[in-house]
């Protein structure tokens, strides 16, 4: 085969509780992850060397060199099934970059099913699987799709039922947010509400408590547990106890939007809020607009809006970007398949 082209969704957090900080520099999760469609396509040609390269509409924000991900996974391919081969990998983008709809890990699932296909290799899934959890936390939910529960880091995943479609709108910006600063930027917080009301665990200004999943992006979550061990200024180590939200997995299961848009939360929204405070007119704004739930995006700062149907998602859609700022709209439905061969 001297051609393969792979499709790739987005996905969004119904749930990200937030863990603390663990030795390894990550928090343990509990991630329940929903593909939607917005798509990247990867195709892969035989080459003597692994090069990328990308078009779309955010094609200039990404690197092309060492640091891709798509180019790391394809050695890693390599390296793991022992082969010299090669690939000209190019990326037609549609997923915003850095903006917590996990691009750069859609890209780098789509790179290993597309090499394996190109080099008929024939690896099985779980083994595409394990090498996709050392490349990024999101890289194996990529290439599984559909909704899903992932622990640990976010590697573990667990298939989840759902009814139906869920219609979403999606509102980007200008420039990106780097996970690992959202993420510090959570602990901080953190540390800040220990030390600031010890007693209070913190929640009340929007600030999680450690461990928490009072996000506050549409109301608390019940079962969200935890607590640092660590004194002010370090949350490093802890109990992490939560779980996923009942509520938010019967709406998931019934297909029901508007119960799901009461149960969304996500801890890294008031991070993300930190970092970007013109977020919050964003949610406000879908909000008014009559959006069934408006939450940060992972660790943003794309801003995820569910709709009733597809045509209410239309509507945000056209109504947001006169009354927030934003970079622009895009429309989606969820979920969808994991990667596939085209
Ligand atoms: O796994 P991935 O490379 O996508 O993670 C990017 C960064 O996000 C990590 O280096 C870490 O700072 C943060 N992260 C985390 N806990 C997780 C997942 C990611 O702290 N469970």
Redesign the pocket.
């Known amino acids: 085969m001297s051609s393969v082209t792979v499709r790739v969704p987005a996905k969004v957090n119904v749930q990200l509780s937030v863990g603390p900080?663990r030795e390894d520099?990550?928090?343990?999760?509990v991630n329940v992850f929903h593909a939607v469609s917005i798509f990247d396509d990867v195709v892969a040609r035989t080459s003597d060397s692994i090069t990328v390269a990308v078009t779309g509409e955010w094609a200039d924000q990404v690197p092309v060199d060492d640091t891709n991900l798509a180019i790391q996974a394809a050695r890693a391919l390599a390296k793991h099934a022992d082969v010299g081969y090669g690939a000209d990998l190019v990326i037609h983008k549609s997923i915003p970059v850095a903006g917590g709809m996990a691009g750069g890990?859609a890209d780098a699932a789509a790179a290993l099913m597309a090499c394996n296909e190109l080099w008929g290799l024939g690896l099985p899934i779980d083994a595409l699987m394990r090498i996709a959890a050392d490349l990024?936390?999101?890289v194996p939910f990529l290439l599984m799709g559909g909704t899903a529960l992932g622990t640990g880091?976010?590697e573990l995943l667990t298939e989840l039922p759902t009814t139906g479609t869920f219609h979403w709108t999606f509102a980007t910006a200008d420039g990106g947010l780097s996970?690992?600063s959202v993420?510090?930027e959570c602990d901080r917080l953190r540390a800040a509400a220990l030390t600031n009301a010890p007693s209070t665990g913190g929640s009340s200004s929007g600030v999680p408590s450690p461990g928490g999943a009072s996000g506050g992006a549409s109301g608390g979550v019940p079962s969200a547990g935890g607590g640092s061990t660590g004194g002010p200024g370090s949350s490093v180590g802890g109990v992490f106890s939560a779980e996923p939200d009942p509520g938010l997995l019967a709406a998931l299961r019934a297909g029901d939007p508007h119960a799901l848009g009461r149960h969304l939360s996500n801890d890294l929204q008031p991070a993300a809020l930190s970092l970007r405070p013109g977020l919050a007119a964003t949610l406000e704004a879908g909000r008014r607009l009559g959006a069934l739930g408006a939450l940060v995006s992972g660790s943003g700062p794309t801003c995820a809006f569910l709709a009733e149907d597809a045509a209410h998602g239309a509507r945000l859609a056209q109504a947001l970007p006169g009354r927030a700022p934003i970079r622009s709209t895009i429309t989606a439905h969820g979920p969808t398949p994991g990667t596939t061969v085209l």
Not at 25 to 29: A, K, S
């Open positions: 900080l520099g990550y928090h343990d999760l890990s990024g936390s999101d880091r976010g996970t690992p993420y510090a």
